[in-house]
């Protein structure tokens, strides 16, 4: 191999050449500043220069800007986040979705929305996409299994989306489901959990700043395994609330059943808030360990977002609403 003396290096010679193409076309199309570069310190994927080449036919979202309540933590490779998932409906064990959720077709793709609101319908990811400035959010996820990652969340806020079905004062909660068919998602073949999946947040939850309609990630739509075309991301929750490959958005008045309380009540609940202090019965949920270290973390209270969403719980027993 001939090693060259630093000064003969280039920036396009120490970076493969297809890549470094890539980022430059990826940081144009992402509508990036060089302030805006600079500001991250390692560019605004913290220097994933990998991540274009691993997914050649992704595609990139077009004026990408950075939105509110990022953490400046090390985010989680590209590699990290779109293969080691939970997305049943393709397989149980966590390299599954990446390995076999090619057979999911986000496009064409509706939602269709009803319940207590005014504006019923069916809407189409299209138009949806087009609602809001799409943000860069950098946030922290925590898994019930005690697993965390850092991911660069691409999305607007649920609000805004739900704003435009003009919800009813009837309306307490929201249902979101994910598509059932089998021959796009096989793992529906198996009853490994009650499909379709369902999850819901309290209307005021789901309304909150921080909860994002995510539609991309490391400013990429949606990989298949990561939930595409459209999924919620509640921070400051376990990760089973943040429902993937939403077609169907109910407006409520009841708490809606969600799946995994649905299946073990004793051990899930509804509100799934993130709490070091509640264990899930057969396991500590006192720490964790953020994918790629080796030493465990200490979980902090609603994942570290407790100053924007404790009083969203003020006076409720998160013991019982656990
Ligand atoms: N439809 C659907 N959504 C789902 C799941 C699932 O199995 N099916 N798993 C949940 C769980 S347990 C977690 S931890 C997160 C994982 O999201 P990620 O793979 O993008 O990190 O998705 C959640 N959303
Ligand atoms: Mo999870």
Same mark, same amino acid.
């Given at each position: 191999?001939?090693?060259? *003396? ?6 396009? @010679? ?64 590209? *590699? ?34 009803? =319940?207590?609101? =005014? ?120 990760? /089973? ?9 109910? /407006? ?15 051990? $899930?609940? /509804? $509100? ?15 720490? @964790?360990?953020?994918? =790629? @270290?080796?030493?465990?973390? *200490? ?22 609403? $656990?």
């Amino acid at each position: 191999m001939l090693i060259k *003396k630093a000064p003969d290096l280039s920036e396009s @010679e120490v970076t493969p050449k297809a890549l470094f193409v890539k980022r430059r076309e990826f940081i144009a199309a992402a509508g990036v500043t060089a302030a805006a570069v600079a500001t991250n310190g390692l560019g605004l994927f913290g220097g994933n220069e990998e991540v274009a080449a691993q997914n050649p036919d992704a595609q990139k979202l077009p004026n990408l800007v950075k939105g509110p309540f990022g953490t400046d933590e090390k985010m989680n490779s590209y *590699k990290d986040v779109t293969t080691y998932n939970n997305f049943y409906e393709f397989g149980t064990r966590k390299e599954d979705p990446a390995a076999y959720a090619h057979t999911l077709r986000p496009r064409p793709w509706s939602v269709v929305v009803e =319940g207590q609101c =005014g504006k019923p319908g069916t809407y189409n990811i299209e138009d949806i996409m087009k609602w809001a400035p799409i943000e860069e959010r950098i946030y922290r996820m925590r898994c019930v299994e005690a697993w965390s990652m850092v991911i660069p969340w691409a999305g607007y806020p649920m609000s805004k989306f739900l704003e435009r079905f003009q919800p009813t004062s009837r309306a307490k909660y929201v249902e979101f489901r994910t598509l059932v068919d089998t021959k796009q998602m096989p793992g529906q073949t198996e009853p490994a959990l009650p499909w379709p999946y369902h999850e819901g947040l309290r209307m005021d939850e789901a309304m909150h700043p921080l909860t994002l309609l995510g539609l991309g990630l490391y400013g990429e739509v949606l990989p298949n395994q990561n939930g595409a075309p459209l999924r919620l991301v509640v921070p400051w929750k376990y990760g /089973f609330k943040s429902i993937k490959s939403i077609v169907r958005v109910s /407006f409520t008045e009841t708490e809606p059943v969600n799946t995994w309380k649905k299946m073990q009540s004793a051990e $899930y609940g /509804f $509100y799934a808030n993130v709490n070091p202090q509640v264990d899930h019965p057969r396991w500590s949920q006192g720490s @964790e360990r953020r994918l =790629g @270290e080796f030493f465990r973390r *200490k979980t902090l209270m609603f994942n570290g977002y407790g100053d924007r969403v404790a009083s969203l719980y003020a006076g409720m027993d998160l013991r019982r609403n $656990y």
